[in-house]
């Protein structure tokens, strides 16, 4: 297309697209007005009106930004979206923010103290520690911000770490009255589903891949982890601690109890299998493997009872199968069909030559450390 041709068509096709959203504000999905009918007791017209409002809150708030420069602290809407309030450090501004069609809110500490109080804490590695001691107060910084409405920076931390808080509140330069500590009972998750073949971290660092969700956390491979390492999100959000582990010796298996706010699936990612049962598959048997590096893979099983000798020490009563695997696809789950058979420990080869892959049978898992499979 020539280019005379094409500013042309571009000319025609923007204001319409840079139009729609005003439009759709006005025109809200019957969706929405459902659910804000449902979650702020608003009908249609309140519910158009005040998305209108916040909408157009968000230009006064930028010119009243700019006309008060380094004085701006920050601003909010109040009272349903019809007032809009700017906080600033300097009374003689007032004048500017009234000028913009805001309520002028007089405050004393700085937006730019607070804000960079935030950026050091962000620099600093915040301890989580956990503790398993059930009469212990939990402990965790759960997140902080900048209040605009209180002038301060908040911390929420849980009731055994409200001293941790004010110490890394003094430690990024804020005073009394700059900051306020504000005690939450739960850590957030990041509403993790915990699935077969799923990645996890171990200590934050090393990776391995989910076994079979059971109805307290769940299991994986035992040289994953050792017995109080943690077990997070690739986003770092807790999922459990490993409770019991076995390698090397008489199995390579894991159990790693949940964190609260974890959700757990008998699904198997990257396969259309829900896990049913644990019924073994004789040799010879058709098996597949979901895991966190490969994803998933299928073969045959080849022995049952299969002494491995790693490195690490020798684990007797493995599986072998012809299915391949890689790094990272450790603890994740075999299963022929529905029925769970196993949690992948090692081999040799890889996804691309194809390999030999051993796994620890789920049943002694479940046995030993006496869990129950998701089952549905
Ligand atoms: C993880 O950390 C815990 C607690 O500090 C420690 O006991 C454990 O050995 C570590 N696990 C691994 C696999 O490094």
Not at 15 to 37: R, S, T
Not at 54 to 60: G, K
Not at 113 to 141: C, M, P, W, Y
Not at 323 to 329: I, L, N
Request: hydrophobic share 40%; proline share 3%; aromatic share 6%.
């Amino acid at each position: 297309m020539e280019l005379t041709k094409f500013l042309a068509v571009m000319a025609a096709v923007l204001p319409v697209a840079y139009g729609a959203p005003v439009e759709a504000a006005n025109q809200l999905h019957p969706e929405i007005l459902a659910a804000m009918k449902r979650d702020l007791g608003l009908d249609a017209e309140q519910a158009t009106a005040r998305v209108a409002r916040e909408l157009a809150a968000t230009d006064v708030i930028e010119n009243a930004r700019r006309s008060t420069g380094d004085d701006f602290a920050g601003a909010w809407v109040a009272r349903d979206g019809a007032a809009i309030h700017v906080a600033i450090t300097n009374e003689a501004r007032a004048a500017e923010v009234e000028a913009a069609g805001a309520t002028p809110v007089f405050v004393r500490n700085s937006l730019t103290k607070l804000e960079q109080a935030k950026l050091a804490l962000d620099g600093i590695d915040i301890d989580q520690v956990q503790t398993l001691d059930s009469t212990a107060e939990a402990v965790g910084v759960a997140a902080y911000f900048v209040d605009v409405a209180s002038n301060k920076l908040v911390i929420e931390a849980l009731p055994g770490s409200v001293a941790h808080a004010e110490g890394l509140a003094a430690q990024v330069g804020l005073a009394d009255g700059e900051f306020e500590v504000v005690t939450v009972q739960e850590m957030p998750t990041t509403l993790a589903l915990i699935r077969g073949g799923d990645p996890y971290y171990i200590n934050r660092s090393a990776r391995c891949s989910v076994g079979f969700a059971v109805t307290t956390g769940f299991v994986s491979a035992g040289h994953c982890g050792t017995s109080g390492s943690s077990a997070t999100t690739s986003a770092g959000a807790a999922l459990g601690t490993f409770s019991g582990s076995v390698f090397p010796g008489s199995a390579d298996m894991s159990y790693i109890r949940a964190a609260s706010g974890s959700t757990y699936t008998n699904a198997i990612a990257g396969a259309s299998a829900r896990i049913t049962g644990s019924t073994v598959t004789a040799v010879g048997g058709s098996i597949c493997r979901s895991g966190s590096t490969t994803g998933v893979f299928c073969g045959s099983v080849r022995a049952l009872g299969a002494t491995v000798n790693y490195a690490e020490g020798r684990v007797t009563g493995l599986t072998q199968t012809n299915v391949c695997a890689e790094p990272g696809d450790s603890g994740g789950s075999f299963y022929s069909g529905a029925q769970a058979q196993g949690v992948t420990s090692g081999g040799s080869g890889n996804c691309n030559s194809g390999g030999t892959t051993y796994f620890q049978p789920v049943n002694e898992i479940l046995s030993t450390y006496g869990l129950t499979l998701v089952r549905s």
